[in-house]
């Protein structure tokens, strides 16, 4: 059976860029069992972008009531009450942010340092087992994490470090002030940290192995101690691919929901202090959703859906272009 | 040189030299810190969670509240039948697409299709449960393990895809030339030769994402919903293990937190015996080349 020339066309896409014809250049002649190959696997391609928008559409048309009766107020109105119909968003939009950007204060210097010592220090016999660890601890499923967190981190958090620092510094510093709740940004930072770190040294692992030989072996040659040449050579050189790891991570933290929703409290506030609880986009999705009844509280909760979307397609894109990037240089 | 003089170590050298001794002990510090969550996390699990874990934990169904005793064996059924509905739904489009991307590499279309493969893998879990909800819940019109199914297979399919592309593009030109030059077709090059050379490096990823999916509470929240009861029908509302340790972790009785804690034990040593057995046993005889 031959195709007819619509057919052939559409195949072939006509450019000579076309991967239909450069892969399957027997798309153009003859075999059908193989033109048929190329459009199963070109449909299953085709499958994750229609997946993707179509996603983005579903839920875009589930918040559409919302965005039309808030508009841009939804953003930044901090009353968030379902009973009298009041939705503003920036309670969760303040936790989730905050929550993450502690978490990243906590993870990058601990990540980094732990990509140096393996790369740059470590004999093999320590490096493959603590590389293996931090593996495990990426596979730690969230709400494993929250369950540790409720039950032991929160609670020595509270003991021993919230409670004798707003003891200490509380009346000076508005940050430490207390009472300690426990449940917190501090807590919801700090489970994040312990969350991200696997992925941020992962990758930034990869950049500084990636950094050349001769660099490191110039810099010792000068007369630079090893620490001189990771700080100074080897660092500088990998430092647009540690941010792009950072940012991966940070877009970890910003959707992380199970362990977050456990330890931070969950009061729509905009907390000053770091012992006070706080509440993330993630979170109140997951407490409310499943309880709201009318259409606007409905609408309202799938407009934080979409702005969460929206901020981790953001904030993914950059970090993959970033990674790509480096990964490019390198390669050349 | 004729005259060669050797000075004692001036302050500034040994100053810098103590800073680098310092700092890459420094980073050691920070390994520790970071393996020590680990350790700790699975010291609490099986002391908290190996008391609970007897017969009745497998086959009974959770005690009503202020009874002892129970189990999260519906939790262990439900967690099975929806990963395994996830796979059903969701490998085989990850397959075909990771085969896409390392057929077409190179082109502006793969490149494209990567590219929104790895977004997608960032996407929270807890929209994917909210889209699901929209998509398939509304339109059935109740809760189900289907479309805790269908959440699942979201989760699974960037993963999977990724996984495919790199092990395939792992198996070396001259098999695949091999086979065109006897006269193959490409699909049968590619699902006789170059997919089996493959399998095994596949069956990893794969066993790694359901070991992950099957540790998903997000997107089942709204989707399956849980049950406290025994269910195994597709459409009817299914418990799910990662569900019930997020609802009795975040309740008040004793009780349900040790359940909790003995269905974390399980949960956890599903993913890492998964994740050690694929590290250790199953291994591309193409990586490293």
């Given at each position: 059976?031959?195709?007819?020339p619509e057919q052939a066309?559409v195949?072939?896409?006509?450019g000579?860029?076309?991967?239909v014809r450069?892969v399957?250049?027997?798309?153009r002649h003859?075999?059908l069992a193989d ?26 048309t ?6 039309q ?7 930044v109105?901090?009353?968030?009450n379902p009973v009298?119909?009041n939705?503003?968003a920036l ?12 978490a990243l204060l906590?993870?990058?210097?601990l990540?980094?340092?732990l990509?140096?010592?393996l790369?740059?220090?470590s004999?093999?016999?320590i490096?493959?087992p603590?590389?293996?660890?931090t593996?495990?601890?990426?596979a730690?499923?969230?709400v494993?994490y929250?369950?540790?967190?409720i039950f032991?981190?929160?609670?020595w958090?509270r ?5 004798p620092l707003?003891s200490a510094f509380g009346d000076s ?9 426990g ?8 489970i994040?940290?312990?969350m991200i770190?696997?992925f941020?040294?992962a990758v930034?692992?990869?950049v ?7 660099q490191r072996?110039?810099a010792?040659a000068l007369?630079a101690t090893?620490?001189e040449?990771t700080?100074q050579?080897?660092?500088p050189?990998a ?7 950072t940012?991966?991570g940070?877009?970890?933290a ?9 330890v931070?409290?969950n009061r ?7 012992f006070?609880?706080?509440y ?14 009318d259409e606007?509280?409905?609408a309202a909760?799938?407009?934080i ?7 981790t397609i953001?904030v ?13 240089r390198a390669?050349? | 040189?004729n005259?060669?003089t050797?000075t004692?170590?001036s ?11 310092v ?10 810190l970071?393996?020590?969550?680990l ?5 609490h699990?099986l002391?908290?969670?190996?008391t609970a ?5 497998f ?7 202020g009874?002892p005793g ?15 509905l996830g796979?059903v739904f969701?490998?085989?489009?990850a397959?075909?697409a990771?085969?896409f991307?390392?057929e077409a590499?190179?082109?502006r279309?793969?490149?494209a299709?990567?590219?929104i493969t790895d977004?997608m893998?960032?996407i929270?879990s ?6 699901v909800?929209?998509?398939?819940v509304v339109?059935?019109?109740h809760?189900?393990a289907l479309a ?5 297979a ?7 895809t990724r ?10 030109r001259?098999l695949?030339?091999g ?10 090059t590619t699902?006789g030769?170059?997919?089996p050379a493959?399998r ?5 990823g794969?066993l790694?994402?359901?070991a992950r999916?099957a ?5 089942l929240?709204?989707?399956a ?5 025994w269910g195994w029908?597709l459409d ?5 293990l990662p569900?019930?340790?997020f ?7 004793e009780?349900?937190?040790r359940?909790?804690?003995a269905?974390?034990?399980l949960l ?12 250790l046993?199953?291994?591309?005889p193409?990586?490293g080349?």
């Amino acid at each position: 059976m031959q195709p007819t020339p619509e057919q052939a066309g559409v195949l072939a896409g006509g450019g000579p860029r076309s991967w239909v014809r450069r892969v399957f250049p027997s798309v153009r002649h003859g075999n059908l069992a193989d033109r048929a190959y190329a459009i199963t696997l070109g449909a299953f391609g085709a499958a994750i972008p229609i997946l993707f928008f179509f996603i983005l559409l579903r839920v875009g048309t589930a918040a559409w009531p919302a965005l039309q009766r808030f508009g841009g107020g939804f953003i930044v109105g901090s009353d968030w009450n379902p009973v009298a119909g009041n939705y503003g968003a920036l309670p969760f939009i303040f936790g989730t942010l905050a929550s993450s950007l502690l978490a990243l204060l906590i993870a990058v210097p601990l990540a980094v340092g732990l990509a140096i010592f393996l790369t740059e220090l470590s004999p093999r016999w320590i490096a493959a087992p603590v590389a293996f660890g931090t593996e495990l601890l990426a596979a730690i499923p969230s709400v494993v994490y929250g369950l540790w967190g409720i039950f032991v981190l929160v609670p020595w958090l509270r003991a021993n470090v919230q409670q004798p620092l707003a003891s200490a510094f509380g009346d000076s510093f508005p940050l430490f002030a207390g009472p300690a709740y426990g449940t917190s940004i501090m807590a919801g930072g700090a489970i994040l940290a312990i969350m991200i770190v696997p992925f941020i040294s992962a990758v930034s692992r990869e950049v500084l192995a990636a950094v050349p030989r001769d660099q490191r072996e110039a810099a010792l040659a000068l007369g630079a101690t090893r620490w001189e040449m990771t700080w100074q050579v080897v660092l500088p050189y990998a430092v647009p691919g540690i941010i792009g790891a950072t940012i991966l991570g940070l877009g970890r933290a910003l959707g992380e929901t199970m362990a977050i929703t456990m330890v931070i409290g969950n009061r729509p506030d905009i907390p000053t202090s770091l012992f006070a609880p706080g509440y993330t986009m993630a979170s109140v999705l997951a407490n409310e959703f499943s309880e709201a009844s009318d259409e606007l509280h409905l609408a309202a909760l799938m407009e934080i859906g979409l702005i969460l979307f929206g901020i981790t397609i953001l904030v993914n894109s950059v970090a993959r272009l970033l990674v790509w990037r480096v990964a490019r240089r390198a390669g050349k | 040189m004729n005259t060669q003089t050797v000075t004692a170590p001036s302050w500034r050298d040994r100053r810098r030299r103590t800073t680098s001794t310092v700092m890459l002990a420094m980073t050691g510090v920070a390994a520790l810190l970071t393996v020590l969550p680990l350790v700790l996390i699975l010291w609490h699990l099986l002391r908290a969670g190996i008391t609970a874990m007897n017969g009745d934990f497998f086959t009974e169904i959770p005690a009503p509240v202020g009874e002892p005793g129970g189990g999260v064996g519906n939790g262990i059924l439900g967690t099975a039948i929806l990963v395994g509905l996830g796979a059903v739904f969701g490998l085989p489009v990850a397959i075909g697409a990771g085969l896409f991307l390392a057929e077409a590499e190179g082109s502006r279309a793969a490149n494209a299709v990567r590219f929104i493969t790895d977004v997608m893998n960032g996407i929270p879990s807890i929209v994917i449960g909210i889209f699901v909800w929209a998509w398939v819940v509304v339109s059935m019109g109740h809760f189900s393990a289907l479309a805790g199914g269908v959440a699942l297979a979201i989760m699974l399919i960037p993963m999977v895809t990724r996984t495919t592309e790199e092990m395939v593009r792992l198996v070396p030109r001259e098999l695949r030339d091999g086979g065109l030059a006897l006269g193959f077709t490409r699909w049968r090059t590619t699902l006789g030769i170059v997919l089996p050379a493959a399998r095994s490096g596949i069956l990893t990823g794969v066993l790694v994402a359901l070991a992950r999916i099957a540790g998903e509470t997000a997107p089942l929240l709204f989707t399956a919903l849980g049950n406290p009861f025994w269910g195994w029908k597709l459409d009817e509302p299914i418990a799910a293990l990662p569900v019930q340790i997020f609802q009795y972790a975040i309740s008040p009785y004793e009780e349900w937190h040790r359940l909790a804690w003995a269905a974390s034990l399980l949960l956890i040593a599903l993913v890492l015996g998964v994740s050690l057995t694929a590290r250790l046993f199953i291994r591309s005889p193409y990586k490293g080349r």
